[in-house]
């Protein structure tokens, strides 16, 4: 445990960061199967009973909780440059003006398979890899430290980015079923049924949900016909929502029954909308995956565009050949995984040595290679929607929180709007406790600093209303 102190906001934060490993155990032989690796921060000079406690993780799934960790709220984070590209090597850490420490605890967790958590053996590995696995695994990990470190009369938050947005919301039900109810939930980057974003043949919708992604992401690469792209980008995107939903949608549904000239019209506003050309829409008949449009949109310029964040563009040493696949570009991979991965690896390593004292020669596993498969629900797509529509009846005061990145093609912003408007929550209540914002940057828009700086404040008020005591709706 290592005593520090923080400047934030005006008013100075001591606090202890320490490190540390919970045990899972088998629910029915009381077996320990795993070890949870974690790190927490706790503000002094507090009543750590009632003060608030959030639990923090990414997604992946196999990611580690690095990236929120070092780059959005710890008291730490990784120097990066203003729109959050790498700078110069070597790589180091500052201190982090957008850190949640002045109004909340923070424990930071990395999953079985992720960071130094492991399995007790590689057999074990099955009884954390999977949906509802991991659901299981992570709730009786905050069980235990609520109960280990006197948390359960804290209000209690949890938040995750990608597919640790699955979890949160999975969790907020999960936990909320056996008696731990949250005060807020915070999504990052949102998937919470993944066939609203899937581009496969016969899903049209996630083609749909798609389109006002690529229309921002040429918007941002000045790709788009002269009208569209004097105008600030929330009209360009109204626009391009509105034909989305309508003609184009239309257009997919009617599949090989759409009449020539149908097709062409449709091909020419897609193209005006994606910054395509329009043999490439017609070539792929109107179903433009990311990976293709990643790598279609700047051929010109022989670069491609980042799959996290597309503001982010690299070379592309094939001009033919590359993408295709939902996966990202062409041969060089993911520019944009390629910044924030090379930057945030080494520094974890020298933070947890150097300021953490937590000395452990095991592979931190920051981004796979720890997991095995995943296991999803068969025939169908996953989703955790269910889980929190259970959350909101059994706890009506939740708060939930949604952020949005224009730029991310990871877990496009369109798809969880899609997700919300077909969510089954009182209405009243999805007024009152759902709050929707977004930013001008990619899947982690905290890395942006005008982004980071509009989502601490928007954060600011989410843990004021969260923790206020409200009257039910």
Do not use: C
């Amino acid at each position: 445990m290592q005593r520090k102190s923080i400047s934030v906001r005006g008013q100075t934060i001591n606090y202890l960061s320490s490190a540390g490993m919970l045990p899972i155990r088998n629910s029915e032989t009381g077996v320990v199967e795993g070890g949870m690796f974690y790190i927490a921060y706790n503000k002094e000079g507090t009543n750590h009973a009632t003060r608030p406690v959030s639990f923090i993780f990414n997604g992946g799934p196999g990611s580690s909780s690095v990236w929120l960790h070092l780059g959005a709220w710890g008291p730490k984070r990784v120097r990066l440059q203003p729109d959050g590209d790498a700078p110069p090597p070597p790589y180091t850490f500052e201190d982090n003006p957008h850190t949640l420490l002045d109004q909340t605890d923070m424990v930071f967790i990395d999953p079985i398979g992720t960071g130094y958590s492991r399995a007790a053996s590689a057999q074990l590995g099955t009884r954390f890899f999977g949906l509802e696995e991991d659901l299981r695994s992570v709730a009786e990990f905050i069980r235990l430290y609520l109960t280990r470190f006197d948390r359960m009369g804290s209000p209690k938050f949890i938040g995750g980015e990608s597919y640790g947005t699955t979890r949160a919301a999975g969790l907020s039900g999960v936990l909320a079923s056996a008696g731990i109810t949250m005060n807020g939930v915070m999504l990052i980057s949102t998937v919470l049924n993944f066939g609203y974003s899937s581009q496969t043949r016969g899903n049209d919708l996630g083609f749909v949900n798609f389109l006002p992604h690529y229309t921002a992401t040429a918007w941002f690469h000045k790709k788009l016909p002269q009208d569209l792209q004097q105008l600030p980008l929330e009209q360009v995107l109204l626009q391009s929502e509105k034909w989305a939903t309508t003609d184009y949608a239309a257009a997919l549904t009617k599949g090989n029954k759409l009449m020539p000239a149908e097709l062409s019209a449709a091909a020419e506003q897609m193209a005006r909308f994606t910054g395509l050309t329009k043999s490439v829409v017609e070539q792929n008949d109107l179903r433009v995956t990311l990976g293709t449009f990643d790598s279609e949109l700047l051929k010109d310029r022989r670069q491609q565009v980042g799959r996290l964040d597309s503001r982010f563009a690299g070379f592309a040493p094939l001009l033919a050949g590359g993408g295709g696949g939902p996966g990202g570009g062409g041969g060089a991979g993911d520019p944009s995984m390629s910044i924030i991965r090379n930057t945030f690896t080494p520094v974890f390593t020298d933070y947890a040595r150097r300021e953490l004292n937590y000395k452990n020669e095991e592979t931190y596993y920051i981004l796979g290679g720890g997991i095995g498969p995943w296991n999803y629900p068969q025939n169908t797509y996953a989703t955790v929607v269910p889980h929190l529509e259970r959350a909101f009846a059994i706890n009506p005061y939740m708060k939930l929180f949604i952020a949005e990145g224009y730029y991310d093609g990871a877990t496009p912003y369109y798809a969880a709007e899609y997700t919300l408007s077909h969510m089954s929550v009182d209405a009243t209540v999805a007024k009152n406790n759902i709050t929707v914002e977004r930013y001008t940057a990619g899947h982690m828009m905290y890395i942006d600093e005008p982004s980071a700086k509009k989502l601490r404040s928007d954060l600011a008020k989410f843990y004021e209303n969260a923790t206020r005591q409200q009257a039910i709706p």
